[in-house]
Nanobody
Framework: QVQVVESGGGLVQAGGSLRLSCAAS????????MGWYRQTPGNQRELVAS???????NYGDSVKGRFTISKDNAKNTVYLQMNNLKAEDTAVYYC?????????????????WGQGTLVTVSS
């Protein structure tokens, strides 16, 4: 079993910063991609940022230049540094991990989601 747990959400004023963390644990052989997504009521979950095992990053257009994703492969942890936050960044932020598990006869890949952490930006 694999768990993904986010932390670091909270209330911040517009223009402020927050750092989210996401740690994966459990039966893990390797983690390939990890990413952050966000969702507001009535809307679909959208990509905020993602990072491959090789550290190639991808960002949603609305956060480019303000958010930075990074990771620690040894700790199976990904971070999201959010600067110059805006009211429209208010959302539940979810972590996603593509986890490779060793199983009898080979490997399998699982997509695992965290429970989410709420970020509220006051204007």
């Amino acid at each position: 079993q694999v768990q993904v747990v986010e932390s670091g959400g909270g209330l911040v004023q517009a223009g402020g910063s927050l750092r989210l963390s996401c740690a994966a644990s459990g039966s893990i052989f390797r983690i390939n991609d990890m990413g952050w997504y966000r969702q507001t009521p009535g809307n679909q979950r959208e990509l905020v940022a993602s990072i491959t095992r090789g550290t190639t990053t991808n960002y949603g257009d609305s956060v480019k230049g303000r958010f930075t994703i990074s990771k620690d492969n040894a700790k199976n942890t990904v971070y999201l540094q959010m600067n110059n936050l805006k009211a429209e960044d208010t959302a539940v932020y979810y972590c996603n991990a593509a986890v490779v598990q060793s199983v009898a006869g080979g490997y399998r890949t699982l997509e695992v989601w965290g429970q989410g952490t709420l970020v509220t930006v006051s204007s």
